[in-house]
């Protein structure tokens, strides 16, 4: 058990030392603002439609269960509510981030474990490369971009989709659901689903970087380094979401 648990410290400690790299790379070498807008592109492009889908139903989820709980207390015209402050607050970011660790980090964890089995890494560092500039920021940056926008883009599909659901299938008023979608909504949600977005994409982009960076060579290494990977990001997510769910409503 304690040997267990200084592994993990060990790695945790690892995992910060390379972040702090990172940045000081970052800060160091400048940023290429062209590869950034390509990964910024590639990623977006290739997590919109499978967000899209997500994001519709979800919504429409929510408003079905929305309204069956608020039924039962003979308040389900307060299902506008529900929909907005659970897709908002909770749900859409963290669809948002799971959905972009899925595709863009795990694309990412395995393109740099590979390039760690052609030593191609070490080429760059003996070139006198930077590959945590070369590799790591562009698209560190990239998902910084991308991530708040599906956000957004998330929660405007998952709050159209539940209206049409709450409209035509569950007869609810449509002034209503808009009344009580809208009247609950403040600022701070949207600015709290924005933290949370910038957040994950922050944890993705480092703890894929991290994985790719010191995975073990060979093939059996680089899918071991992508699994690890796509579970640490999940779960840290998940933390991460609960340290600020506590501190912007706590």
């Known amino acids: 058990m304690i040997e267990a648990f200084t592994v993990f410290l060990q790695r945790v400690g690892a995992y910060g030392l390379f972040f702090v790299d990172c940045v000081r790379s970052s800060w160091r070498h400048g940023v290429r603002w062209d590869r950034v807008l390509e990964q910024a592109e590639r990623l977006g492009v290739r997590a919109f439609p499978v967000l899209a889908i997500m994001a519709i139903f979800v919504g429409t989820n929510l408003a079905i269960q929305g309204f069956g709980a608020f039924r039962s207390l003979g308040a389900q015209h307060l299902v506008g509510m529900f929909v907005a402050l659970a897709g908002v607050r909770e749900v859409c970011p963290l669809l948002a981030g799971t959905m972009v660790a899925a595709k863009g980090g795990t694309e990412m964890t395995a393109q740099l474990a590979?390039?760690?089995?052609k030593e191609q890494i070490d080429a760059l560092e003996v070139m006198a490369v930077d590959p945590r500039a070369e590799l790591v920021t562009p698209?560190?940056?990239a998902i910084l971009i991308v991530l708040p926008a599906l956000t957004i883009i998330g929660i405007a599909l998952s709050i159209f989709s539940a209206l049409i659901v709450a409209v035509v299938q569950l007869h609810v008023d449509v002034g209503q659901f808009v009344a009580f979608c809208f009247d609950y909504i403040e600022v701070r949600d949207?600015?709290?689903?924005?933290?949370k977005s910038l957040a994950f994409g922050a944890i993705i982009a480092t703890v894929s970087g991290y994985f790719g960076f010191f995975s073990e060579r060979g093939p059996a290494g680089v899918g071991r380094a992508t699994n690890r990977a796509v579970v640490v990001m999940c779960i840290v997510c998940v933390c991460i979401n609960f340290i600020l769910s506590a501190v912007f409503y706590g």
């Open 190 to 195: 949207l600015v709290a689903a924005l933290v």
């Open 114 to 117: 590979v390039m760690r089995t």
């Open 139 to 141: 698209s560190l940056l």
